[in-house]
DNA sequence: ACCTGAACACCGTTCAAGT
DNA sequence: ACCTGAACACCGTTCAAGT
């Protein structure tokens, strides 16, 4: 179905709204419950009813905001899978989602808020569509077990958001290599 | 040290207020953000200000929640690793984890809040400490992986809280199940 | 159609006054 | 020492009035 017709001034004050919300949780190291959607509407220069008009909740606000960092992320599968063996492709695309998450803390915030299912599970089917990818070849080649789905993944993925940033280098490595094993088929 | 003497009637507030605050959470479904501290107060009896005398920040009233939650949990490991080998003690354990979780959320949500290092380390060291001695031990038997300590497992066991209820007997066991295997020695 | 911003109800936190 | 509750600043949400 294509995309309704919206007026321009709508379509900007939506994308605005937006980066003022992107650029107000990387000042707040991506703690999603620290955004004031007054500051938000008065940085996008907009009015509150504006902003919600077009997000009803603060959760259709954060809803956006993750969808967008978690496009490069789904997209770094399918060459992944084309150039390796399942679970090595499984492997390199977990290292660079540390790596990548490493340097903007918004990413694993994205991961965990796409566990709430209830809102998120339509809106970035990207992650969730790539990971199912990965796992189903993986069960195919022998290599990982059967019974896990792409939420499981996402949901494990979770801790990492809760590793407190002065022991992420020590820590990230050893729970997704946990992680990872555990996946394996015995 | 022993412990300061204090004013029975302080003692008292102290109770109900986390007594009311317990009460809350459990009626709430467990989710720690929509705990009014106005109203805990108002059902404890005592002024606002007599709550935030007792516990300054909504965390330090959560933390002794949940360090109530623990102390069963933790108990429970000194029989099992007396009774049964150090991974079969782990598995039994998080067997019972689960099964305690099932019908009492906020066990789940202490467990990850167990994660918030800051605030909660020294509180409640007891689910520390009794996860440390069950990998210490099976690290001691080669069954378990030696790079791996109790806040690894806490992290991960984090994803169980974040398990719709409608999904928790199908999925909570796989994700342990993943988790053990994980931190398995390969 | 869409936008604005005052207004409302509520919350965390403080503090002068009490006992 | 400890407690009370009014008061303050702030936040999410709504809605009448504008363009």
Known sequence: M??????????????????????????????????????VAKAAGVGQGTLYRHFPSREHLLAEVYRQEMGELAGAVPPLLAEYPPLDA?????????????????????IEASAWQDLYAGHHGRLDEALTTLLDRGKAA???????????????????????????????????AVIVDGLRRR
């Open 90 to 110: 499984l492997t390199r695309w977990l290292d660079r989602l540390i790596e990548y998450a490493r340097v903007k803390r918004g990413v694993m915030a994205a």
């Open 142 to 176: 022998g290599e990982l077990r059967a019974d896990v789905d792409a939420t499981d993944v996402i949901l494990l993925l979770g801790a990492l958001s809760r590793v407190p940033e002065a022991e992420w280098d020590a820590r990230a490595r050893t729970l997704v």
């Open 2 to 39: 294509p995309a309704r017709a919206h007026r321009s001034d709508a379509v900007a004050n939506r994308e605005r709204i937006v980066a003022a919300a992107r650029a107000a949780l990387a000042d707040s190291n991506g703690a999603a419950g620290e955004l004031s959607l007054h500051l």
